[in-house]
T-cell receptor, first 112, second 114 residues
């Protein structure tokens, strides 16, 4: 079992809808959590980081963290076709915060 | 520089050939990370530098893989006697501090071993 699990998708939502992306992790001591967006053929781009339980909002993006359930999610409101990409969940290492373990990503398609 | 620069962008190597992949991090970034991303998978950690010190190389798949950052800036990932399973995108990332706030990735080097 991978340390960071994501549904591979594909997840398809209509334009303007809310896209919900989920991630679970196995290391209960993890303290830092990240969401990266990766367009096809491109490198990952950091879009959100979260460290405390609860919600963190940045524009149309909301990251949610529940350490007790070892669960982190990303909500994208008012989804746009330009949001179509693979979203990677990454969890910071408990002993080396700079080192991250990535999930395999969820592919999101936003249909016009 | 404005971003993390990696070269070459694409590399085709014959099996058994040695290759060297270069990463030029954002100026002033202390930490530098190498990741390997196979098709359809998330990046996998290879190694990590803080300045010129290689603090963690636990992800290097075998002793054919070697990384260095001699002056604390540019880094080179070297793969000796390449094998087909080495085919992947090699991503370099840098961070101003320890990387605990996430990374800025370079555009990657796509290595194909034939």
């Amino acid at each position: 079992q991978k340390e960071v699990e994501q549904n591979s998708g594909p997840l398809s939502v209509p334009e303007g809808a809310i896209a919900s992306l989920n991630c679970t992790y196995s290391d209960r001591g993890s303290q830092s959590f990240f969401w990266y967006r990766q367009y096809s053929g491109k490198s990952p781009e950091l879009i959100m980081s979260i460290y405390s339980n609860g919600d963190k909002e940045d524009g149309r993006f909301t990251a949610q963290l529940n350490k007790a359930s070892q669960y982190v999610s990303l909500l994208i409101r008012d989804s746009q076709p330009s949001d179509s990409a693979t979203y990677l969940c990454a969890v910071g290492d408990n002993t080396n915060a700079g080192k991250s373990t990535f999930g395999d990503g969820t592919t999101l398609t936003v249909k016009p | 520089g404005a971003g993390v620069s990696q070269s070459p962008r694409y590399k085709v190597a014959k099996r058994g050939q040695d290759v060297a992949l270069r990463c030029d991090p954002i100026s002033g970034h202390v930490s530098l990370f190498w990741y390997q991303q196979a098709l359809g998978q998330g990046p996998e950690f290879l190694t990590y530098f803080q300045n010129e010190a290689q603090l963690d190389k636990s992800g290097l798949p075998s002793d054919r893989f070697f990384a260095e950052r001699p002056e604390g800036s540019v880094s080179t990932l070297k793969i000796q006697r390449t094998q087909q399973e080495d085919s992947a995108v090699y991503l370099c990332a840098s961070s101003l501090d320890l990387g605990a706030d996430g990374y800025t990735f370079g555009s990657g080097t796509r290595l194909t071993v034939v």
